[in-house]
């Protein structure tokens, strides 16, 4: 047996962001947006993990809210794999709900944590390096994907790379907070810096051991679960009960910054956060000047993102625009001011709009 | 008895251009649309000139396919005295029909011929500007408004001023055709043009005079009209089959060029003929950066048009746009390349989407 066949993914599919108004709404965030193609983020997440871990070892983590549109989405994925959050607690009880999981479907698992809501243009080099974490994983390693930056990005956190341990696998010096632009173009240049992706890879019984050690309470709390039939009314009883109660704490400083001997595997995927209007541009085939989706009639404009769910658009002249329509409400402002998105829907519910 | 007490009025209203899409529709053009407040254009128009002329004096020009809805828009206004043409003829075939019908209503009608779709901000200055015309068009005159020019103007024609016959009123010298920029801004600095806003002043006998002497073919289909009974079905069958033979010409080539002794009485009400989306702002509040209309939140924008029917519309950080929504189409333009509105809506036509 090959460390592959005990990988277990545990998808994070929470959030529930308004940066993407009024294409997502509470029932329809980003997650369960189709950006590009017929798939939502989500279902093209598990599909880019699938020749790597089958759907009965797949494992998506939401609100509660929206599991029945989560299972609705991905159906392959056994319904009761399907946790629903009864309220948000961050990453790090999310973390150990899944290594129970992932320990009750396979006592070797070794956990991929990832979120649910990132695109990848090259999935066999996500693949690629997702098992080579496990096989680092397998032996005892904490394991994050790192990704070549591609920019002085300012709004990422970065990994400091220590000692290469193997081929695209280093020790983790340090995690570095948002750097300044400055700082950010020393980190690009310097070949020592790496985009912390939000991806995890470890043994299922490394984490819980981890937790355990740095945040017992979540343990105290959720470490019953191990004991309960998973899938059952007793187990999703005490699981809702359990989370409540649960510390609202990250990964990076429950456990991360605790421990020692972390490891970092370089990523270079065509990786996307999809964290903005803009970065659908980074989407949008070579060819092509503009983001285009939905009924569009598109004319003499450049770098724009222009999408719509339903009324016909049309646009001409314009330059690093986002113009995005919805049967309920029609959005536009320059790519640039997308962070002010929040501004205008914090208006819109003063005001008692439809939105 | 006043001058006052014959005039008629008739209002053209025949326009369905494509130019303030998707606001305006074949079944909603331009004079059917509530630019400000909750008045159409053509509502408007007929409160404007109401208190020179009531209902019963006001006649209504249109197309066949749109007499019902502006009947529905200005219920006030006799039935009958809602023209529908059968087919496009131009302006001089529609004025042979409003001096006929204003003669039937009084033999000495004075007939003002104005468009539906214009704005003036100082309503009182035009029925000044429109006695003044009537007392010299009571004397046999063929009067002209012609407007004081804000700006070098390059899509209007003009009228370049003869001798003053008394205060505010003048000789036509001619009728000027489009300028190009260093001569509007020639027209615009001598004091010595207007221009030509579309409003004709003259009494019904001289009108039907001076088409029968240039068009004849008009009279003889027109004519007979007036043997029959207005408002009667005999009446309306026979304008239905003689106006669709009339030849199609405009008041311009078909009479102005040919008769002298034209006179242009001066007009400065803060004019517009609501000819683009770019007009639009000069009919905003004067403290207003925008022309804002319908359930819209504006951050940050200046010089823009943000009108929605239906949608809530998000606009930040635009400077000079057009933002126009519907339940069924979205515009985004800018202001500048309104005329482009065009290509947008041939595109929308071939590619057989929801216009």
Chains 1, 2 share one sequence.
Not at 38 to 60: D, F, G, Y
Not at 156 to 168: P, Q, W
Not at 302 to 325: N, W
Request: with cysteine.
């Amino acid at each position: 047996m090959s460390v592959a066949d005990h990988l277990v993914c545990a998808v994070m599919a929470g959030g529930s962001g308004t940066r993407f108004w009024p294409l997502s709404t509470p029932a329809q965030p980003k997650q369960l947006l189709k950006f590009l193609g017929e798939r939502t983020l989500l279902a093209e997440t598990l599909a880019r993990i699938q020749p790597l871990c089958p759907p009965e070892r797949q494992l998506i983590i939401t609100n509660r809210a929206l599991v029945g549109a989560v299972q609705a989405d991905v159906p392959q994925v056994p319904a009761f794999q399907v946790l629903g959050e009864p309220a948000a607690r961050n990453t790090l009880p999310c973390m150990a709900a899944a290594a129970l999981v992932a320990q009750a479907l396979d006592p070797q698992a070794i956990l991929v944590l990832l979120p649910a809501d990132h695109w990848m243009a090259d999935a066999e080099a996500f693949r690629q390096a997702l098992l080579r974490a496990a096989e680092r994983a397998a032996a005892g390693a904490i394991v994050t994907l790192g990704i070549a930056p591609s920019h002085p990005e300012t709004g990422y956190g970065y990994i400091e790379l220590g000692d290469e341990l193997a081929r695209g696998v280093h020790q983790v010096a340090q995690f570095v907070e948002k750097p300044n632009l400055e700082k950010a173009l020393q980190y690009l240049g310097d070949g020592r810096h790496l985009w912390n992706g939000g991806v995890f890879v470890l043994r299922a019984d490394r984490a819980l051991q981890a937790i355990a050690k740095h945040v017992p309470a979540i343990t105290a709390e959720l470490g019953p679960l191990a004991q309960l039939p998973l899938g059952s009314p007793a187990w999703q009883s005490h699981f809702e009960q359990a989370f409540m109660r649960c510390p609202s704490i990250s990964i990076d400083y429950g456990v991360m910054e605790h421990e020692t001997g972390l490891e970092v595997v370089r990523l270079d995927a065509g990786w996307s956060d999809v964290g903005t209007w803009h970065s659908l541009l980074g989407m949008r085939a070579e060819t092509q000047s503009n983001y285009v989706k939905g009924p569009a009639v598109v004319q003499d404009c450049e770098g724009c993102v222009v999408i719509s769910t339903g009324p016909t658009l049309a646009a001409l002249g314009l330059r690093d625009m986002a113009v995005v329509a919805t049967l309920t409400s029609t959005l536009v402002l320059p790519l640039d001011r997308s962070q002010d998105v929040r501004s205008l829907v914090a208006e819109i519910k003063e005001r008692g709009l439809p939105g």
